[in-house]
Nanobody, 130 residues
């Protein structure tokens, strides 16, 4: 059974940093598209960042470009989201997600679409105070 478990969330002041982790179990995802999404109270889920199956390409929402960095460690079957220069508007529950299809490529716009992803974590809360 596939499980994705996020960790690393918490309360941080504006301008601070956090690193989220997404540990996968039940399957190896070293050749799968992976992504991060978030959902703030009263708002729809939005994409944050994505990583191509090879890890050679990254994709970011405009709101986080230059501040967030997505990465993966295949040996640990874990994905990360380094978040710097955090803003109060980054407050949300953050979810990791994985495409079940290995070595799948998409047009660029699709990487930040939820439809690509089949497995989702339970989320970790990030709260940024002003």
């Amino acid at each position: 059974q596939v499980q994705l478990v996020e960790s690393g969330g918490g309360l941080v002041q504006a301008g601070g940093s956090l690193r989220l982790s997404c540990a996968a179990s039940g399957r190896t995802f070293s050749s799968n598209v992976m992504g991060w999404f978030r959902q703030a109270p009263g708002k729809e889920r939005e994409s944050v960042a994505a990583l191509s199956w090879s890890g050679s390409r990254t994709f970011y929402a405009d709101s986080v470009k230059g501040r967030f960095t997505i990465s993966r460690d295949n040996a640990k079957n874990t994905m990360y989201l380094q978040m710097n220069s955090l803003k109060p508007e980054d407050t949300a529950v953050y979810y990791c997600a994985v495409d079940q299809n290995a070595r799948r490529t998409y047009i660029d716009a699709m990487y930040l679409r939820g439809a690509v992803y089949d497995y989702w974590g339970q989320g970790t809360q990030v709260t940024v105070s002003s």
